[in-house]
């Protein structure tokens, strides 16, 4: 039996919300939520998608501050026949999810900053675990039926929590060549947190077997396998002391006599014959007969049989190890930079054009462990969880005075980062949006926008633990300029996924050959929601 707690040894990659890369956040403002398309915004949030193009911001210092309360849901489901509930569902919760930057203009030059959850940002939580949690365990009865023990029925106690957490603290300098053209070089640094907390325990089954002591009902399946242990072993000694005890009669010259002869020729009593029998009866060994037995092929049987029992008693001592109680509590931390350079260009008074250019960082995540009963997370062993690089695209024109329409591109290399070979299952990943705004007097802007998602997640790339599908996110919300120095915006979007699919999920292998021995598929779904207000103050 495999292991029963296969967590992923590399990071928990929640992607809060919807789009961005496999593991970078697009959802970086309020006004983002509104509207979905900023890739060439001039206001505050252009520390963020477009640092260039705050050159177009007044002169002096300007703030910005917004919170989005995030909700998802996980769902996973397995088609593995011994499970008791073929879907499982998890939470993601982000309650508090912050976006602050400043910018400080001073003619043409401008020095920003910010501070952002880049990646990650909130907790999962299956409250009754995973598939691949449970499906070891749910193969149990049919493996012990299979042996000659009727099994039906196992129960267990399993709950995982994991959270992920990047936090990005951001610098530019932006400088504006001339009316048209503005720069801008900065630079990005991660801090990356990732905590996985679970246990499987309680593992119950309900086997018949007598010389056990098991009559039917919910036991402790590491008793239940411990006890077999000792019953095979007690088996393998009491054959391997039948075979001895014909020594003798072999090393007489009557190995090949059969036991009805040896008895009327006096080599042997009866009464040894009958204690010979009776033992292969209780070793559960069939077909035993005085007439065509001889004390070799019984000799040679009583070795099988005690190699057999010996093999078995293993076997069930590995199982109760696997069944016993297991917990994991441990936390990968890293850091890493990643420099951002960008261009804004502007046409006619009309086109604004805004891109942006994000180098990858490389991340090493130590474990800080301080239980794993997995074996997975040794205290202080490495792991790679890069943040790829991306470039951004964003254009935004002016169709007249009170109508602003916008369109990004986003592009995400994940293809060229360490995740310790599970980059070999995705493919480079892409982001469209289109949005609108329409001032619908001087203070009160209502806006809306539409961002489809690739994430580039390869089926292979896909578990219970950790997937990334392909979305759809609408947009909605409103700006309100309490004056020239202080506005508000509220946003809500709502995202739509699309089902991702996994073949011949590996549950369990042969602890020998390593072939899979537990197959099935899954589905996986995810459904989103958020609710941002952001206040943007100039001084």
């Known amino acids: 039996m495999s292991k029963l707690l296969r967590l992923l040894p590399l990071l928990l990659m929640l992607s809060i919300a919807f789009g961005g890369g496999i593991v970078e956040n697009t959802n970086q403002s309020a006004d983002q939520i509104r509207m979905m398309a900023r890739g060439a915004s001039t206001d505050l949030d252009a520390v963020f998608f477009n640092p260039a193009g705050l050159t177009k911001l007044n002169n002096g210092m300007h703030l910005y501050l917004s919170n989005q309360t995030i909700g998802q849901t996980r769902t996973i489901t397995s088609d593995l026949a011994f499970l008791h509930n073929e879907e499982f569902e998890g939470t993601t919760s982000a309650p508090v999810f912050p976006n602050f930057y400043f910018a400080y203009k001073m003619d043409k030059l401008v020095f920003s900053g910010g501070f952002t959850p880049i990646g990650g940002g909130g907790s999962a939580v299956f409250d009754d675990g995973l598939p691949s949690f449970e499906s070891p365990v749910s193969a149990i009865p049919a493996s012990l039926s299979a042996a000659g023990i009727p099994t039906t029925d196992y129960s267990l ?13 951001q610098f530019s300098a932006s400088y504006a060549i001339n009316d048209m053209i503005s720069v801008s070089a900065g630079v990005r640094y991660f801090m990356a947190s990732t905590t996985y907390v679970g246990h499987l325990k309680d593992i119950m089954v309900d086997p ?18 411990t006890t077999m242990a000792a019953i095979l072993t007690g088996g393998a000694a009491s054959a391997t002391g039948g075979a001895a005890a014909l020594q003798p009669a072999i090393d007489l010259g009557f190995g090949d006599v059969s036991f009805d002869n040896l008895v009327l020729g006096g080599g042997m009593a009866q009464a040894q014959v009958d204690a010979i029998a009776a033992g292969f009866a209780q070793l559960g060994v069939p077909g035993f007969s005085s007439a065509t037995w001889t004390p070799n092929i019984a000799q040679a049987t009583y070795t099988g049989t005690a190699t057999a029992y010996t093999e078995n008693a293993a076997t069930m001592t590995g199982n109760a190890a696997a069944t016993a109680d297991l917990e994991v509590d441990t936390e990968q931390t890293g850091s890493g930079f990643a420099p951002i350079l960008g261009l804004n260009i502007s046409l006619m008074d009309k086109l604004n054009i805004g891109i942006r250019y994000e180098a990858m960082a490389a991340l090493e995540l130590t474990n800080e462990t301080t239980v794993d009963g997995s074996g997975l997370f040794p205290d202080g062993a490495v792991t790679h969880g890069d943040m790829p690089a991306m470039l951004g695209i964003g254009l935004s024109y002016l169709v007249m005075p009170s109508l602003n329409v916008a369109f ?49 997640a390869l089926d292979a790339y896909q578990s219970d633990l950790s997937y990334s599908l392909n979305s759809n996110t609408i947009g909605l919300g409103a700006k309100y300029t309490l004056n020239p120095q202080m506005a508000v915006s ?12 996994k073949s011949d999920v590996v549950y369990a292998v042969d602890a020998t050959t390593g072939a899979p021995t537990l197959t099935g598929n899954e589905t996986y779904m995810k459904t989103a929601t958020v609710f941002a207000i952001g206040l943007q103050k100039s001084f």
């Open 408 to 456: 990004d591109y986003n592009l995400y290399f994940n293809e060229d980062v360490d995740w310790d070979g599970k980059e070999e299952n995705v493919e480079n990943g892409n982001e469209i949006a289109v949005g609108a705004e329409f001032a619908l007097s001087e203070s009160i802007l209502l806006s809306g926008g539409y961002l489809i998602a690739t994430s580039g």
């Open 490 to 501: 509220l946003g809500f979007s709502s995202t739509s996924y699309e089902e991702g699919s």
């Open 208 to 225: 018949i077997y007598a010389t056990a002591g098991a009559d039917g009902s919910m036991t402790s399946a590491p008793a239940f396998f």
């Open 157 to 169: 106690d399993v709950a995982f929590d994991g959270s992920s957490i990047f936090l990005g603290g």
